[in-house]
């Protein structure tokens, strides 16, 4: 599935049109609150993780006081979280590696942050990008299938999307062009029903009439 480049262009300006300016759905207060909530999110929608954080933070919101309060410890408070004990194992091991290596502050550097124990790449440029304004394009459902979808990336993984799409988009674009995915991805371009009336792209969508 191929577009030209002026289809392309259309395209990321028919989606920074009607989601720019939006940003994560996650709350968070500090970097190392966003790597918490990251981590959770995987295989777990972001209101729920907000539910989560929204009793975890309070308490618990630094490398030391999560790492205090141990593994059972965190399992308990996120159990309604999908896959939570290998998160609460992630995440304290995690925070002790901030403590012992990075004078407890969450690093800038993606070698550094796919160091820590359940940051693999998308967490990691999540963050550089959310954090530190580093270009970068994470690859989470939503922007895999979007970026398959629209044609703008095809890619059969995660890495082949976000090798395509920056390519396709102007790397000044990156950290947003993330963000007008995620969002399509849940607002219109939804996995099991996408709504193609409604889409702002449907007529250059080389998929919506096999959507609809």
């Known amino acids: 599935m191929r577009i030209t480049k002026a289809t392309r262009e259309k395209m990321l300006a028919a989606l920074a049109a009607a989601y720019g300016g939006r940003s994560t759905a996650?709350?968070?207060?500090?970097p190392f609150?966003?790597?918490?909530?990251?981590v959770l999110s995987a295989q777990c929608t972001d209101k729920r993780v907000n539910i989560i954080t929204a009793r975890l933070f309070p308490a618990y919101d630094t490398p030391a006081k999560m790492l205090a309060l141990g593994e059972e410890g965190l399992a308990a408070l996120i159990r309604d979280c999908?896959?939570?004990?290998?998160?609460?194992?992630?995440l304290?091991?995690?925070?002790?590696?901030?403590?012992?290596e990075?004078?407890?502050?969450?690093?800038?550097?993606?070698?550094?942050?796919t160091r820590l124990p359940g940051v693999g790449r998308k967490t990691a440029n999540v963050l550089l990008s959310q954090l530190f304004a580093v270009p970068a394009i994470a690859v989470d459902t939503h922007v895999f299938r979007v970026a398959n979808r629209l044609g703008l990336a095809p890619g059969k993984t995660p890495e082949q999307v976000e090798a395509g799409l920056m390519k396709a988009v102007p790397r000044r674009d990156w950290g947003s062009a993330h963000h007008w995915l995620i969002w399509h991805g849940r607002e219109i371009?939804?996995?099991r029903k996408p709504d193609c009336a409604a889409c702002p792209l449907n007529e250059l969508c080389p998929s919506a009439e096999k959507s609809e």
């Open 92 to 100: 304290i091991a995690a925070c002790a590696l901030l403590l012992d």
């Open 33 to 38: 609150e966003l790597l918490v909530a990251v």
């Open 189 to 191: 371009c939804k996995a």
């Open 26 to 30: 996650l709350l968070y207060t500090s």
């Open 82 to 90: 999908g896959l939570y004990r290998g998160k609460a194992r992630n």
């Open 102 to 113: 990075y004078g407890g502050e969450v690093p800038d550097k993606f070698a550094d942050l």
